[in-house]
């Protein structure tokens, strides 16, 4: 897990947050409207619902992109996680403690801490075609 991980707030603009995710080297914020965790935004959601469309990401806010959220509480275990992931097959899983973003489990993550042969089962699962 990534721990302190940034929100983009609700009200920024979709430019604010490429620029954010720019800056920290990630490709996707999770959206706070002020302490709660409304949602989470990719820079694939950016180019694909906002760009593509010919919409100005400088006017775009980002919560009319938010994606639906999952999320998991920093006390689940690992295996919590992966199946969560795997099923609703996301790459990347916010983790709340007490109701509050604390960090962001990502597919980077995943790689690094698990045994070769589980990492080739989880990506199968998660890149698998809905």
Do not use: N
């Amino acid at each position: 897990m990534h721990q302190g991980a940034k929100c983009v707030q609700a009200d920024e603009s979709l430019q604010e947050a490429a620029r954010t995710m720019r800056d920290l080297h990630v490709g996707s914020l999770p959206i706070c409207d002020h302490d709660k965790l409304t949602g989470i935004i990719t820079d694939r959601d950016i180019v694909i619902k906002c760009v593509a469309e010919g919409r100005d990401p400088s006017t775009v806010k980002a919560r009319e992109l938010a994606s639906h959220l999952h999320w998991i509480d920093a006390d689940a275990d690992i295996g919590e996680a992966l199946h969560l992931m795997e099923d609703q097959k996301i790459r990347r899983l916010p983790v709340l403690e007490q109701k509050r973003l604390v960090g962001v489990i990502s597919e980077a993550d995943v790689v690094r801490s698990l045994p070769e042969h589980e990492v080739a089962e989880f990506c199968e699962k998660v890149y698998a075609a809905r």
